[in-house]
């Protein structure tokens, strides 16, 4: 098992950046592909980008691509992601998770932060 714990959530203005981390519990953290997603007030939980357990594969959502990046470090049990040119809209509660690359892909696992919120003023 892993327990996540987002940070890094806050009031940005449109055009600006903020930095997510997530801490993870355990000595298993390298074993899982991680993923950041977010929710916004009266919407699904959508995918934001994944990494693959040693970083050699990332994955984007084509709205974010180009603006966010997505790293870990598997020595420190940290993931990150660095929001660049932040949207009015990308206002939403984002999370991390852990898990397989499919379970990550289509929202199924089980290992999920409790969320941090970023509030993008317009």
């Known amino acids: 098992q892993v327990q996540l714990v987002e940070s890094g959530g806050g009031l940005v203005q449109a055009g600006g950046s903020l930095r997510l981390s997530c801490a993870a519990s355990?000595?298993?953290?390298?074993?899982?592909?991680m993923g950041w997603f977010r929710q916004a007030p009266g919407k699904g939980r959508e995918f934001v980008a994944a990494l693959t357990r040693n970083g050699a594969t990332t994955v984007y959502a084509d709205s974010v691509k180009g603006r966010f990046t997505i790293s870990r470090d598997n020595a420190k049990n940290t993931l990150s992601l660095q929001m660049n040119s932040l949207r009015a809209e990308e206002t939403a509660v984002y999370y991390c998770?852990?898990?397989?690359?499919?379970?990550?892909?289509?929202?199924?696992?089980?290992?999920w932060g409790q969320g941090t919120q970023v509030t993008v003023s317009s």
């Open positions: 998770a852990a898990g397989t690359i499919q379970s990550i892909m289509t929202l199924s696992t089980a290992y």
């Open positions: 355990g000595r298993t953290f390298a074993s899982y592909t």
